[in-house]
T-cell receptor, first 114, second 112 residues
Framework: EPEVTQTPSHQVTQMGQEVILRCVPI?????FYWYRQILGQKVEFLVS????????KSEIFDDQFSVERPDGSNFTLKIRSTKLEDSAMYFC????????????FGPGTRLLVL | SQQGEEDPQALSIQEGENATMNCSYK?????LQWYRQNSGRGLVHLIL?????REKHSGRLRVTLDTSKKSSSLLITASRAADTASYFC????????????FGRGTQLTVWP
């Protein structure tokens, strides 16, 4: 069964460094998302992406964040200058149909900012 | 804000028993979804119920939705140790492209 994959599974970085989190959504899906989950807290929406542009972003998704679909398969989240509070599990998700239908989540990337 | 809130926060039962988790939300929704998360892992979609549906079944899962009370319940029948996980409800309002609002989750522990 097709699944969303994410790399790396874990990432440790120094505060102020740039990180790129990578995702390969399910191949015939058209809608892509990033969420994050700070330890012990709710899963929070960051951004949705469709037709090569951002559809919606939350208040968390400030200028330090960007997303890109550089080719036909990858979907990336970049954090330009990481902060301690960016430490979280980052989940990529994709859906075949218009948003709100079943979203398929990847296993996540655990980011630790020191 | 429109967010799901689950209760109880933690539930501990024996194998074979039924587990019921509840979710409440604050604003009107298009659909409500339940996800499962094993410790430190990704989210697995379990079931989606639309606002015009009242009940839905999938295997040992039964979900109900009461839009008048803005609440949903997830029932897992004949639970197994492998059902041990966190369960989250997520709501979709319908006016945005896919944004889901998650609750804090219920940690279910099923003892053998």
């Amino acid at each position: 069964e097709p699944e969303v994959t994410q790399t790396p599974s874990h990432q440790v970085t120094q505060m102020g460094q740039e990180v790129i989190l990578r995702c390969v959504p399910i191949s015939n899906h058209l809608y892509f998302y990033w969420y994050r989950q700070i330890l012990g807290q709710k899963v929070e929406f960051l951004v949705s992406f469709y037709n090569n542009e951002i559809s919606e972003k939350s208040e968390i998704f400030d200028d330090q964040f960007s997303v890109e679909r550089p080719d036909g398969s990858n979907f990336t989240l970049k954090i330009r200058s990481t902060k301690l509070e960016d430490s979280a599990m980052y989940f990529c998700a994709s859906s075949k149909d218009r948003g709100g239908e079943t979203q398929y989540f990847g296993p996540g990337t655990r980011l630790l900012v020191l | 804000s429109q967010q799901g809130e689950e209760d109880p926060q933690a539930l501990s039962i024996q194998e074979g028993e039924n587990a019921t988790m509840n979710c409440s939300y604050k604003t009107s929704i298009n659909n409500l979804q339940w996800y499962r998360q094993n410790s430190g892992r990704g989210l697995v979609h379990l079931i989606l119920i639309r606002s015009n549906e009242r009940e839905k079944h999938s295997g040992r899962l039964r979900v109900t939705l009461d839009t008048s009370k803005k609440s949903s319940s997830l029932l897992i029948t004949a639970s197994r140790a492998a059902d041990t996980a966190s369960y989250f409800c997520a709501t979709y309002r319908g006016s945005t492209l896919g944004r889901l609002y998650f609750g804090r989750g219920t940690q279910l522990t099923v003892w053998p």
